[in-house]
């Protein structure tokens, strides 16, 4: 028996440093991912001089020579900046802020009818649920049970199978539903 080519030896990767048999006796990565990360690294763009955060204007020394935001408070704030602004974009009635308002005035409305808010649901009133073809307010009327508990049992008929077995069927097939 020949003893294996030295090629065909374990040897680690030039990247990464993890342990690879190559494939072919030229191959000094792992992996492609490797091979693209060392290209990346060692070529003109991967410039990992320290820079300012285009957040708060801080001098830092980036992990990764792609890297614009000093940390992770920088990198929450810009995206909290930036949803704000595209909110404000949207027409009114149309916002997080104005949804949320709406959906606590609809609350509101029915907690005031609510005659069985607290009781456990039963089988018919999660049936009605089930249904689909009745809006919130609807449902709130005819249950009297608030908007937010309609909300959340409308989820757990989603995920909740014993929740399905009281509502007497769970959600029929996608076929069943179109015809
Ligand atoms: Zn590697
Ligand atoms: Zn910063």
Redesign the pocket.
């Known amino acids: 028996m020949t003893p294996p080519q030295a090629w065909k030896m374990p040897t680690s990767?030039?990247?990464?440093?993890?342990t690879?048999t190559r494939g072919m006796p030229w191959q000094r990565?792992?992996?492609t991912?490797?091979?693209k990360?060392?290209a990346y690294h060692h070529s003109q763009a991967a410039d990992a001089s320290p820079r300012e955060c285009i957040e708060c204007g801080a001098t830092f020394i980036p992990w990764n020579p792609r890297c614009k935001l000093c940390g992770d408070p920088c990198r929450r704030a810009r995206r909290s900046r930036l949803r704000a602004e595209w909110q404000s974009t949207l027409p009114r009635g149309y916002r997080n802020s104005d949804l949320q308002e709406a959906a606590k005035r609809q609350h509101d409305r029915s907690l005031d009818r609510a005659r069985n808010h607290g009781n456990n649901w039963t089988g018919p009133e999660l049936e009605l649920v089930a249904r689909g073809d009745l809006t919130t307010e609807e449902l709130t009327i005819a249950l009297g049970r608030t908007s937010y508990a309609i909300h959340s049992a409308r989820r757990l008929l989603r995920v909740d199978p014993r929740k399905q077995a009281l509502a007497g069927s769970p959600n029929p097939p996608r076929e069943m539903e179109q015809s």
Not at 13 to 18: A, Y
């Open positions: 990767c030039d990247h990464c440093g993890s690879f990565f792992c992996s991912n490797c091979k990360n060392y």
